[in-house]
Nanobody, 120 residues
């Protein structure tokens, strides 16, 4: 089994910054795409930023130029640097990863989520 644990959420004023981290642990052979999603009450989870195993990134239009996703493959960790935060960035942020536990298995895992609250 694989576990994803997020950290770094909290309360910040508009215009401030936060850095989220997500560490994968357990039976890991290789980690492929790693993605940050966010969700507000009553809404579906939306993709915020994604990064492939080779480092190619993709962002939601709403965060382009403000958020940066990166990963440290040696530490099985993905980061989300969030700058110029806005109240509308308030949400629970979830980490997602496609992880191979062996050469013949591939599964998708979710973290438990971390709350980000941006005050105006």
């Amino acid at each position: 089994q694989v576990q994803l644990v997020e950290s770094g959420g909290g309360l910040v004023q508009a215009g401030g910054s936060l850095r989220l981290s997500c560490v994968a642990s357990g039976r890991i052979f290789r980690i492929y795409d790693m993605t940050w999603y966010r969700q507000t009450p009553g809404n579906q989870r939306e993709l915020v930023a994604a990064i492939t195993g080779s480092g190619t990134t993709n962002y939601a239009d709403s965060v382009k130029g403000r958020f940066t996703i990166s990963r440290d493959n040696a530490k099985n960790t993905v980061y989300l640097q969030m700058n110029s935060l806005k109240p509308e960035d308030t949400a629970v942020y979830y980490c997602n990863a496609f992880v191979a536990s062996s050469t013949s298995s591939l599964d998708r895992y979710w973290g438990q989520g971390t709350q980000v609250t941006v005050s105006s």
